[in-house]
Nanobody, 130 residues
Framework: QVHLEESGGGLVQAGGSLRLSCVASGETFSNYIMGWFRQAPGKEREFVATVSWNGGAIYYADSAKGRFTISRDNTKNTVYLQMNSLKSEDTAVYLC???????????????????????WGQGTQVTVSS
């Protein structure tokens, strides 16, 4: 079992920045691919970004490219999402997720699918005012 706890959300004006953190506990953090998703009211869970076990490979959703940066620190069991140039449409609950790295191919088609992930945090609210 992996427990994930997000933090760093809040209210920010359009154009501002936030840095989300997700701390993992319970199992060896480097055994997991980590992802960030978001979910707005009435909408499906949406892929934002994912990072391989060592940070060497990353994918972003088109909506995140050029504005968001995912990173991880395996010594701190933490994955980050730096969000810049925030827009009102970025308003959502942001959730981190862990996918056990047992031979899974690091492909966008796989890692952008929330059903592939094994563990989820409770989420942190991000609200961007226009």
């Amino acid at each position: 079992q992996v427990h994930l706890e997000e933090s760093g959300g809040g209210l920010v004006q359009a154009g501002g920045s936030l840095r989300l953190s997700c701390v993992a506990s319970g199992e060896t953090f480097s055994n997991y691919i980590m992802g960030w998703f978001r979910q707005a009211p009435g909408k499906e869970r949406e892929f934002v970004a994912t990072v391989s076990w060592n940070g060497g490979a990353i994918y972003y959703a088109d909506s995140a490219k050029g504005r968001f940066t995912i990173s991880r620190d395996n010594t701190k069991n933490t994955v980050y999402l730096q969000m810049n140039s925030l827009k009102s449409e970025d308003t959502a609950v942001y959730l981190c997720a862990a996918l056990r790295n047992s031979g899974v191919s690091f492909l966008y088609s796989i890692l952008s699918d929330p059903r592939r992930y094994d563990f989820w945090g409770q989420g942190t609210q991000v609200t961007v005012s226009s």
